[in-house]
């Protein structure tokens, strides 16, 4: 049934492209309270031939109080690698917004971003997760892993509320995870790789350096975080929604004590919750894969409803074609300020960037994005090619696109409200 379900979500996505004619854009359906669906599974086009991954749960977790909002026991999917891959390991945080007070997060601890009694039992597994050489030409054999995400504050949070029932702890889990995942051979791993999308991006960069301690120097580390690159930005009424949606996320689940301290050792914790305060001090390699014009950041962050009672950047917020020269005005302001924020990064050697100029949100794991006939290209590369040379060290890649509208490669994401 689970599989019919993700079919027909595909084949209706199918559709909407041929209905319109494929000119780089896709259909989905926004609901304006629910900005976490552009990082929901329901974003990745596939084949009937998709592999489709088992759910496991973590049942050594609960004695290490390593539990959900709702208490329910932590799980990931495991696709077993093979061949020249059989000591490989990539690891992948599953993504999927925050809560940030009691409210929402009961509201989440009754969905499968907050329990595991409603994650799906099986996921498909596609882009750099696919087994497939086709569509995944360096990683396709090697151990895949996603770690669901089900505590709401990036896998840092460590409280509780007994009152409301809820339990924070997504630093627990994701230790129990690792500890479970090197039991299961990881730990004999000659190459690894951490990535994740969105709120898993922005966990991939606290977790990085962490993550690489876990293995002796001879093992290839590295991370990749994609629309992992929330910046903290002034919103279109002068305001700073995703700054105060943070220190909501960051208090209440006790996420603090978790954060890098060479961040929080000189600013305060929300601030140590924005990725640009901390890429610069991961020692760890660490590849940065962002849309310029992020759809999420677009929407809840810069001109959420909240900052425009006047609907003025409504149809903007949903359809960039619809944005005025005004509109994508401040938004190439956004673009600029992204970059301004990755320039120290960037010269470190070790260090990898592809930042397209798209209205996009997680390419990484959608099929369509990350490694098909007709993917975004920056500079000739594809997104799995410029991951790939700059994991392996087959090149340098550091790529950032000219800004909207040149890129005529893009697969730009576009909402019906």
Known sequence: MGKLVWLAIAIGLVLSNLVHGFQGYEYHHFNETEPSLLEAHESSLFQSNTLFVGLTLIHTAAAKGAVCLDGSLPAYHLHRGYGSGANSWLINLEGGGWCNSIRTCVYRKRTRRGSSTFMEKEIPFTGILSNKAEENPDFFNWNRVKIRY??????????????????????????????????????????????????????????????????????????????????????????????????????????????????????????????????????????????????WQIQSSIAPPSADPHGYWHDCRLNYAKCTTSQIQFLQGFRIHMLNIIKEFSRSYKNGLFINSCFSHCQSERQDTWFAENSPIVKNKVIAVAVGDWYFERAGVKVIDCPYPCDNTCHHLVFRS
């Not at 951490?194 to 709120?199: D, E, F, I, Q, R």
């Not at 006790?254 to 610069?280: R, V």
């Open 150 to 295: 089900c505590d709401g504050a990036s896998f840092t949070g460590d409280s509780e509320d007994k009152t409301a029932e809820l339990q924070f702890r997504g630093q627990r889990i994701w230790a129990a995870a690792i500890e479970d995942l090197m039991s299961e051979g990881m730990r004999f791993a000659q190459q690894a790789l951490l990535s994740g999308c969105s709120a898993g991006g922005l966990a991939t960069i606290i977790h990085c350096d962490g993550f690489r301690n876990l293995f002796p120097r001879t093992t290839r580390v590295k991370c990749l975080s994609d629309a992992g690159l929330f910046l903290d930005a002034i919103d279109v009424s002068g305001g700073h929604t995703l700054r105060n949606f943070y220190t909501g996320v960051v208090g209440l689940q006790g996420a603090q004590k978790n954060l890098p301290e060479i961040c929080t050792n000189h600013l305060d914790p929300t601030s140590c919750f924005f990725p640009q305060n901390l890429i610069a001090s991961v020692r760890t390699p660490l590849f940065i894969l962002n849309a310029a014009y992020d759809s």
